[in-house]
């Protein structure tokens, strides 16, 4: 029988814990939060979404979709912020639902079904939370575990919605069993349970922008929210596809002929899966990258800066002001992009984005630099990492340590 293990991050949203990467899906600090600060804040999304009226985001290792739902979220509070939205909505039984002003794609991938199609049901906004009895073993994250919930970012209701509509036929037999087992209750948003069954059971009697009609006509009154409204006028204004595709991204891109705007990277650690981090499958991705568009991942690794530099790519780097600390990476295609992230957000309160240093820049040269190789794009874990030790232990290059021992004497 397949297996969850979660448990409340520090900002209400739901984490993972994976035995056999033996790694965690999302930082203790917060799920939610960590996807915000690490993959939407840095993006400039906002500028974008003015400047543009059709956005194509690709989301890998979508897991239960914090980047996308964190996207959504983001991209719903600039509509209701929009004046041309307000007016609108002051005639939504007017407006024709082929006259959408935005056009939104976002292609999400994953080799684990249960857990993408799991996605809409979590709960995102626990106000009280309790980790005292955790289904596994793991004593770090125990002790980064708090029982007082800091919520920088609160998940709207129709984001979890929007999703559900989109991969409600999807959804089989073996998730609606993990849904109904007691133990994952505590996890689980029963209003979205209930208004899944609800559709289910009507699924051959409504098309599906009629569904939301019938059901805040008949649905039982608890289960009628702003969310629910929200949501069916979010429909009338824009196009929203959502392709959830099951599968290794390796093979999934090759058959992708699409180019996107934005690319959130979100693979486990490349020491725990190294496939999604060779230079061969990043030059995969500078293929189905906008000239203008970026990718943004966690990894502040030497070996992936440089196998971005490999792919082709201009690399910068996230800083976080409220943690001062740098957060991740950020990738586009040339340096005057990255020069005009760097501007747009000289003055931003919550992070900077800055070009690789020379201590950076160092550290890529030495053994710690070496990256990940597959060629073919179709070698197993094991196989790139044995190929990987073997270049390295032929590397003729210094070590990482040496390096930072010299750097520091000589600064």
Known sequence: MYELY???????????FSPSADDIYHSTYGALTEAYEKFILPSNIKKFLKENSEIKILDICFGIGYNTKSFLNYFLDFLYNDTTYTNKIKSI?????????????IHALDNDKNLALLSPFFISNKKKIKNNNLSFNQEKIKRMLSNKVIQKYKLKEEVNILLLKRILDQIDDETIQILNNKKYNQFFNNKIIALFKYLINNRYKYTPFNAFNTILHNIHYKYISKGYK??????????FDFNLEIDDARY???????????????????????????????????????????????????????????????????????????????VVKNKFNLDK????????????????????????????????RDESLSLDNEAIIKAHEIEVQKSNLTSSSKFIKEYKKFK
């Not at 979660?6 to 739901?14: K, L």
């Not at 650690?269 to 500078?286: A, E, G, I, M, Q």
């Open 6 to 16: 979660p448990y409340f991050t520090n900002d209400g949203s739901v984490g993972l």
């Open 93 to 105: 039984d007017k407006i024709d639902t082929n006259n959408t002003k935005y056009k939104i794609y």
């Open 230 to 239: 929200n949501a069916l006028k979010a429909l009338k204004l824009i196009d």
């Open 252 to 330: 999934s891109l090759k058959k992708d002929n699409i180019k996107y705007n934005y690319i959130f990277l979100d693979a486990f650690t490349p020491t725990k899966c190294p496939c999604l981090w060779t230079v061969d499958f990043l030059s995969l991705l500078y293929e189905h990258l906008e000239d203008d568009g970026m990718i943004l991942t966690y990894s502040n690794s030497a070996q992936v800066r440089n196998a971005f530099i490999n792919a082709g790519f201009c690399v910068g780097k996230i800083y976080s002001e409220d943690y001062k600390k740098f957060t991740g990476t950020i």
């Open 341 to 372: 992230l760097i501007f747009d957000h000289k003055n931003n309160n919550d992070v900077k984005i800055s070009e690789l240093s020379e201590y950076d820049l160092g550290l890529m040269k030495t053994k710690a630099g070496i990256f990940y």
